[in-house]
């Protein structure tokens, strides 16, 4: 049998402690082990995105982090992240501006664009298109995407200046 | 008030309620995908489950001298290893070709190859594991040996037979195609103007991001077999596995779930899933095999390797008189089953020149084999190659006149009152509006000022281009496609509908989804012929044992014949439902309607009863109604487009460049797509497929290669290598539409899904010679990248 | 793929990683591993044991001391990018960031995993060069300094010894009146770069100063063009000056031909993007 190492991660707010063969990396972990499955595999070398998920807070590519390396960190995924809310206002941005079809990118492309929601909130749409160009859609064609995240931003700004006054 | 039920929906002159028809409605299944809840093969667990992997051949076309399966068998987690003998005795080989591509050949494949492999990444062997990594780890025990055979790479080499693939074929020609109008060389004799040019296509692929899956699951007690398939046709698939692997068709199930992309990759047999299918019989216990991305760019078909010469003859004053084309391309060393790897090249004969009005056409066709990966239908097949050579060849003839490319195709293109028209390669045009579409196009975006501004920044040294691209599209299509060569593909589909007790609506359709939004569109067009609100209804879609027997989706053929389906199972619903309303209310059926899930007065609108209860009383107080009456809330309908043996659409397509000529890198300012496929159910999910079709396009135009060394290495078979379009060198697509139903049914919808595709590489083509046209250089193979713009300019 | 099997060890002193490292010649460091697990999801190592360094003290952090700003080889592509310090005393790393990948490969990626790999279109070993860091590597026997102009050998080849490991990079400060200027060409958004050019100088009433100009994509390894420099070097960039430079740059630069493009047509591009470079350094 592989050897195993005791590994611990916060996922979704749950602390889950596993016996994790060093060589899985944390998609791999989450879908096999977890049984969450919302995360997706599309190409294992860290090219296409669809593994996009939020390590600590910063989004990273599953593929490309050992299930052991998450050890004593926190992992949210788009389950998670949609039960909580979090990415309620973007997708329901997403859902009226049909920004996906198949639906296998959208995992990762919403923790993109959720990031750059948060951190660059007077993004252009050269700017957006420039975030968003580590995420792979083969069927939108990237312009619904970028209009969904647009209103997104143009939503959170009106927020903002409805929280000001 | 309206005459929904009676009439089609682009009957003029009458006010039919359209409901949902046409309207931009967010699709209800998006939902589950926006959270991660959606159900793809990969995601799916059963208890028990094994992982094939595959043992490939290195080499483009070696002898299999021996093959040693021993050692991997006893690593650990190893359930079972076959080589392509053992699984020959449970799933029997395939030849693909059909019968109106006359005389195409192709020799026998098996699930997995015996004895020889004819490209890179074919499979010799299968290793069954509890996890895909034991599967994996065990590869490196396989003991083989390997005599290298002669490789055939390059398509004129192939043509000459320099060394035959298949010596029993006595060539490595698969099939090849004349056709000629008669006369087209005193034509070209006698014509003011003509110009050839030869346009390069190179060989690329699909690249869905979910990559191949399949999960097949024997019942050894039923000598049943269900399989969860990743595919665009479970009907197809279903008569497949029947056939192959000697089980009746009935015990024969198969379920797409959520499928991650397809654009025509998935709706071909591929031998490693016939051989996954066949490994479950023999384990008796589900297996899933699920291709890695570099498993998928060795081994999902590749498509569109193409070169073309093609010749124009036209008149002085700009009328095109004839078109002449040589087309030869080379595919993998079998044709791939079951609609062969001739279709692609066929189209190319049928397509070429296809909104212009000239008469003489002579084309010539070759298909020849090569050792590497098979190629099959991908998109828009052939239409990419049609129209990019003849726009291409279009815009060489304009120039070479002096006239300006949208007034030379003005002048040439079919006019709008011609219809019906046959064309000269025998292809018939319902109706088009290319001349709708050409003025829409040139308004929206504002082509004179474009052209203004082109001029003024050419003289500060900045290049733009503008190119166009008028196209025919194929969709819809009847048997004519694949059934009158034998293949049992089915052209028609069908769909049930049921009113439940509680009032809600079940739709079953045997058209199939992978996300370009056919159960939301299904769910809109019942909606509105039913008269209920569109939360009521519920689309099932792609499982065999539940769903009517169809095509599923390939061609474009989704929203106008399953659609179709729908409306006319909708209508008839609808009339059983105000049968019982009448009994119920004791009123004149006439006298009623279904309006917002309630039956109405059908001219007051006040409601007399809603749905719910109407169900109630159906099912469970059927007591009541009068003796000799019976509900029928359950109705099927089946739709097989009949008059056109394909229903044709037009569109046009413009693109927009800057191009550096100091780096030859191009910059996509923005595009345009104006497309007519007749009744647009749902704009917004039109336009989205259009607008992925278009990106395709433009990847294949500026990207996508698969490309091969001359020993038949596929060099860059990794998403780092082989590039696909991502959204920072995308342009905005605006597109907007021109709606000319069929009359061919109710719904009057065409198809759209391919013609995004079938435009952009000839329009991104046109806008970079355009941009390159005061230096004197032309580019016309693709994709064009920026070293080969910089070889055209002379700067390398 | 997935990646064959291995053992795992994070240590948590600098002393536990060289024990580790002697104890097996099969050991790969693994710092941000976004390289080194591409590579192994592609089965193209089997090492015995990840030795995973992220935990080590002392190797991450960015700050200035004496007259260098230090980067610590631990230290993320994204925190070099949002930097103040860097955005400071070496702006041309917080232009070159922008290009690295995409921001999730940013998040983790490290700057001294990306110079121990050497891949020769990398953007950081062209920033260093140009900069004219030191490397610090750090080994059982304590610490050296080399420049990172000596550093890079050749492809995916470094001065790096067995039981070595980058520890820093510490970059000389320029001081205010310095601009730098980074130019990549690249087919798509975060590829790696067809051609670069990381370069710096000191306007001096138009003409350019200490001139430094290091390419990436244009050899096996980043080279300085020390003959373009000098064609350029004290002068205006006129359009005789640029073009004396990109002439040079023939016997500077030693492209690789791939599936980008040739050898020549990388020789082309880089010329025009010395020729870019210089004019966005004087303007």
Redesign the interface.
């Known amino acids: 049998?592989?050897?195993t190492?005791q590994t611990t991660i916060t996922v979704n707010g749950a602390a889950v402690t596993r016996a994790v063969?060093?060589?899985?990396?944390l998609i791999?972990f989450l879908?096999e082990t977890l049984?969450?499955?919302?995360?997706?595999?599309?190409?294992?070398?860290?090219?296409?995105?669809?593994c996009?998920i939020r390590v600590d807070g910063?989004?990273?590519?599953g593929?490309?982090?050992?299930a052991?390396?998450a050890h004593g960190r926190k992992v949210d995924?788009?389950?998670g992240l949609?039960d909580s809310g979090e990415l309620a206002e973007l997708?329901r941005c997403?859902?009226?501006?049909?920004a996906?079809?198949?639906?296998?990118?959208?995992?990762g492309m919403?923790l993109?664009a959720h990031?750059l929601v948060r951190t660059r909130p007077d993004a252009t749409?050269d700017e957006?298109?420039?975030?968003?160009?580590?995420?792979?859609?083969?069927?939108?064609?990237?312009?619904?995407?970028?209009d969904a995240v647009q209103e997104a931003l143009g939503r959170q700004e009106q927020k903002r200046r409805g929280a000001k006054k | 008030m309206n005459a929904r039920a009676e009439l089609p929906l682009h009957a003029p002159g009458t006010q039919v309620d359209k409901g949902y028809i046409g309207q931009?409605v967010?699709?209800p299944n998006?939902?589950?995908?926006?959270?991660?809840?959606?159900a793809?093969v990969?995601?799916l667990?059963f208890p028990r489950l094994a992982h094939v992997v595959f043992f490939r051949s290195p080499y483009a076309h070696a002898r299999v001298k021996k093959l040693d399966l021993t050692k991997a068998a006893r690593q650990?987690g190893v359930i079972a290893c076959f080589d392509g003998r053992a699984v020959a005795e449970y799933c029997t080989p395939w030849v693909a070709v059909l019968g109106h591509l006359k005389g195409i050949k192709s020799a026998a494949q098996y699930a997995i190859a015996i004895e020889r492999a004819c490209w890179q990444g074919e499979a010799v062997a299968a290793i069954v594991a509890e996890t895909r990594?034991q599967g994996e780890d065990a590869l490196g025990h396989v003991v083989a040996e390997w005599e290298e055979l002669p490789v055939v790479t390059d398509m004129e080499d192939a043509l000459s037979n320099r060394y035959v693939i298949h010596p029993d074929l006595g060539d490595n020609v698969c099939f090849r195609r004349e056709f000629d109008t008669g006369g087209v060389d005193d034509v070209f004799a006698d014509a003011d103007v003509v110009v050839e040019e030869t346009y390069v296509f190179g060989r690329h692929t699909?690249?869905?991001?979910?990559?191949r899956a399949i999960l097949a699951d024997y019942n050894a007690a039923e000598h049943s077999l269900t399989v969860y398939h990743s595919t665009q046709a479970p009907n197809m698939m279903q008569d497949i596995f029947s056939r192959h692997l000697g089980i009746p068709e009935a015990n024969v199930r198969v379920v797409c779930k959520?499928?991650?992309?397809?654009?025509g990759i998935k709706v071909h047999v591929y031998a490693d899933e016939m051989a996954t299918a066949a490994i479950s019989v023999m384990l008796r216990r589900p297996v899933k095999f699920i291709a890695?991305?570099l498993e998928s760019f060795l081994t999902d078909i590749h498509a569109r390797e193409h070169k073309a010469k093609v010749r124009l003859a036209c008149t002085k004053s700009g009328d095109i008189l004839a078109f002449d084309l040589d087309d030869l391309t080379a595919i993998g060393p079998y044709s791939v089953y079951p609609r062969t790897s001739g279709i692609e090249g066929n189209q190319v004969v049928n397509l070429t020149g296809g909104p212009y009005k000239h008469q003489k056409y002579r084309a010539k066709m070759h298909v020849v084999f090569t050792n590497k990966n098979v190629t099959c239908q991908y998109r828009a097949v052939g239409h990419p190659i049609a129209v990019a050579l003849t726009e291409g060849i279009v815009d060489l003839a304009a120039a070479k006149l002096g006239m300006d490319p949208a007034e030379f195709r003005r002048r040439n293109l079919i006019a709008d009152d011609a219809y019906p028209y046959t064309f000269p390669s025998g292809i018939k045009f319902e109706k088009l509006s290319h001349h709708k579409c050409l003025d829409r196009l040139l308004a929206l975006m504002d082509y004179k000022k474009l052209r203004a501004e082109q001029a003024e920044l050419r003289k500060k040294g900045v290049q733009r281009g503008i190119g166009l691209a008028a196209m025919i599209e194929v969709t819809n299509p009847s048997p004519a496609f694949y059934g009158v060569g034998g293949a049992r593909i089915s052209a028609q589909d069908g769909a049930t509908l049921r009113l439940e007790p509680t009032g809600m609506v079940t739709v079953l359709c045997s058209v199939t989804e992978?996300?370009?939004?056919t159960d939301g569109i299904f769910a809109q067009i019942a909606a509105s012929a039913l008269g209920v609100t569109m939360d009521k209804v519920r689309v099932i879609t792609g499982d065999t044992a539940v769903t009517p027997y169809g095509g599923g989706t390939w061609a474009s053929r989704g929203a106008g014949i399953g659609g179709e389906a729908v409306l006319q199972a909708g209508r008839a619903l609808r009339s059983n439902i105000l049968d019982i309303a009448a009994v119920v209310l004791e009123m004149d059926k006439a006298e009623l309607d279904i309006v917002g899930n309630e039956i109405v007065n059908r001219l007051s609108l006040e409601s007399k009863l809603a749905l719910s209860e109407l169900g109630r009383i159906a099912y469970f107080r059927p007591d009541t109604l009068p003796l000799k009456f019976q509900s029928e809330l359950t109705v099927t309908r089946h739709y097989t487009p009949r008059e056109y043996g394909f229903t044709f659409t037009n569109g046009i397509q413009a693109s927009y460049v800057e191009v550096d000529p100091d780096t030859g890198f191009v910059r996509l300012l923005k595009h345009w797509c104006v497309e007519d496929c007749g009744t647009v159910i749902n704009p917004?999910?039109v336009?989205?497929?259009?607008?992925?079709?278009?990106?395709?396009g433009i990847g294949a135009a500026l990207f996508e290669e698969c490309v091969y060394d001359d020993a038949g290495q596929l060099l860059n078979g990794?998403?780092?290598d082989y590039l696909?379009?991502?959204?920072?060198?995308?342009p905005?697509?605006v597109c907007a539409h021109i709606e000319t139903p069929t009359k061919q049914s109710q719904l009057g919808a065409k198809g759209a899904g391919e013609a995004?595709t079938a435009g952009a590489p000839g329009a991104v083509m046109n806008a970079i010679n355009d941009a390159l046209a005061p230096f004197g250089a032309r580019v016309t193979a693709q994709p064009f990248t920026p070293e080969r713009i910089l070889k055209a300019l002379g700067k390398v | 793929?997935?990646?064959?099997?291995?053992?795992?060890a994070?240590p948590r002193s600098l002393e536990e990683v060289f024990v580790l490292l002697r104890r097996t010649d099969d050991a790969k460091v693994?710092a941000g591993?976004?390289t080194l697990?591409?590579t192994?999801?592609?089965r193209l190592w089997s090492p015995a044991v990840?030795v995973?360094i992220?935990g080590v003290p002392g190797l991450a952090g960015i700050a200035v001391r004496e007259n260098v700003l230090r980067v610590g080889a631990l230290t993320r592509h994204?925190e070099i990018e949002r930097s103040r310090e860097v955005a400071e005393h070496a702006p041309l790393l917080a232009q070159a960031a922008p290009h690295i990948?995409?921001?999730?490969?940013r998040?983790?990626g490290t700057i001294g995993g990306s110079l121990a790999h050497a891949d020769p279109a990398a953007e950081w070993p062209a920033c260093c060069v140009a900069l004219d860091a030191d490397v610090v590597i750090a080994s059982r026997s304590g610490e050296r300094r080399i420049k990172a102009r000596d550093f890079f050998k050749g492809l995916f080849e470094t001065a790096l010894g067995e039981g070595e490991l980058v520890a820093a990079v510490e970059f000389p400060l320029l001081g205010a009146g310095y601009r730098s200027a980074f130019l990549e060409l690249a087919r798509?958004?975060?590829d790696y770069a067809m051609v670069g050019v990381a370069a710096a100088a000191r306007p001096a009433g138009g003409a350019l100063v200490d001139l430094r100009l290091a390419f990436l994509g244009a050899g096996t390894t980043p080279i300085l063009a020390r003959n373009a420099m000098a064609a350029a070097e004290g002068k205006k960039p006129s359009p005789d000056t640029i073009a004396a430079a990109q002439g040079a740059l023939e016997r500077d630069l030693a492209p690789i031909g791939d599936l980008n493009g040739s050898p020549a047509t990388k020789l082309h591009l880089a010329r025009v993007l010395c020729g870019r470079a210089l004019a966005q350094l004087a303007a």
């Open positions: 049998m592989e050897a190492i063969p060093a060589r899985q990396h791999d879908r049984g969450l499955t919302g995360s997706h595999v599309g190409c294992e070398h860290g090219v296409c995105g669809a996009t910063e989004i990273v590519r593929c490309l982090m050992l052991v390396q995924t788009i389950e949609s997708q997403f859902h009226e501006h049909n996906l079809q198949c639906g296998f990118c959208t995992p919403l993109a990031d749409r957006i298109r420039a975030y968003m160009s580590g995420n792979y859609c083969r069927c939108t064609g990237y312009h619904a995407i970028v | 931009s967010p699709r998006a939902k589950r995908l926006l959270q991660g809840r959606g793809f990969d995601d667990r650990p990594e699909g690249v869905c991001l979910e990559p959520d499928v991650g992309g397809s654009y890695d991305r992978q996300g370009q939004g917004m999910l336009d989205e497929q259009i607008r992925g079709g278009v990106v395709q990794t998403l780092a696909v379009p991502m959204s920072g060198e995308m905005d697509i995004g | 793929m997935k990646a064959p099997s291995f053992a795992y994070k693994l591993g976004q697990l591409a192994l999801n592609m990840l995973d992220t994204r990948a995409h921001v999730a490969i998040n983790v798509r958004h975060g």
